[in-house]
């Protein structure tokens, strides 16, 4: 529209090819996503499928994304992953095994959470919130 004027105004026309390099370079990084998301590592793709993220609401992008965020831990038989009172600034997924729930005061079994689970994540979630 702005070319075919008698005095072309060249700096909407700038302005409109840059902004469309950018929503095309955006696209790409999308389609790009996507891409990866779909041919994801066998093992990243059995923990999605394993732990039904898709079920939860994780796109394979999304979880794709949360995943390479992460850091794996094995932790041995016993030992302690977190305590009552303590803030926890790290989100724990179990892959494979089970962790334990015991009282603080007198070392009862309160809870035993299976593979598939997050531990943590209520606390994780109050650590950001007063992060920001």
């Known amino acids: 529209f702005q070319y075919f004027r008698p005095q072309p105004l060249w700096i909407p026309i700038r302005w409109g090819c840059l902004l469309l390099c950018i929503n095309g370079y955006m696209v790409a ?3 790009l996503e996507r891409h990866r998301a779909n041919r994801m590592p066998p093992e990243l793709q059995k923990i999605y499928d394993d732990g039904s993220f898709d ?6 992008v999304q979880f794709l994304k949360f995943f390479n965020q992460a850091r794996r831990t094995v932790f041995l038989k016993n030992e302690m ?4 009172g303590r803030k926890m ?6 892959i494979d095994g089970t962790a334990t729930v015991t009282c603080k005061t007198d070392g009862r079994k309160l809870a035993t959470i299976s593979q ?13 919130q007063e992060r920001r």
């Open 81 to 84: 992953i977190s305590q009552e």
């Open 89 to 94: 600034d790290k989100l724990y997924y179990i």
């Open 116 to 128: 598939h689970c997050f531990i943590g994540e209520l606390s994780f979630l109050l650590h950001v």
């Open 29 to 31: 990084q999308l389609l």
């Open 55 to 60: 079920e939860k609401g994780f796109s394979k």
